[in-house]
């Protein structure tokens, strides 16, 4: 492993860490790719894809009043009961 990398993961882990809350440096990120991307409004991290995809579904929802969410069948969109059903057969819900 390159020293340098393990001297940073050291440093970062005296300062603690936590997955899945908001802490100072997902802020300081979040305003850099803003800051990047003007056209950005909002900006969220994820720990998995099924998560990302929890929340857009949500968060969908909410916006549209809507109850029913479209997918790709065959393709694969997260272990969550929305994104499940249908597809090639592998994660079929009965």
């Known amino acids: 492993m390159h020293p340098a990398i ?3 993961t050291k440093e970062q882990l005296q300062l603690g860490f936590h997955l899945g809350v908001c802490n100072e440096w997902e802020v300081k990120l979040a ?3 803003a800051k990047l991307v003007p056209s ?3 900006v969220t991290f994820n720990n998995s894809g099924t998560e990302a995809n929890m929340h857009a579904m949500k968060l969908a929802g909410a916006y549209t ?3 029913k969410v479209g997918k790709f069948e065959g393709h694969f969109h ?3 009961e929305p994104a499940v059903g249908g ?3 592998a ?3 009965s």
Do not use: C, P
Request: hydrophobic share 35%; charged share 20%; aromatic share 4%.
């Open 6 to 8: 393990v001297g940073a």
């Open 31 to 33: 305003e850099q790719v």
């Open 40 to 42: 950005v409004g909002m």
């Open 65 to 67: 009043k809507r109850d």
């Open 78 to 80: 997260g272990i969550l």
């Open 87 to 89: 597809g090639n057969g």
């Open 91 to 93: 994660y079929q819900s």
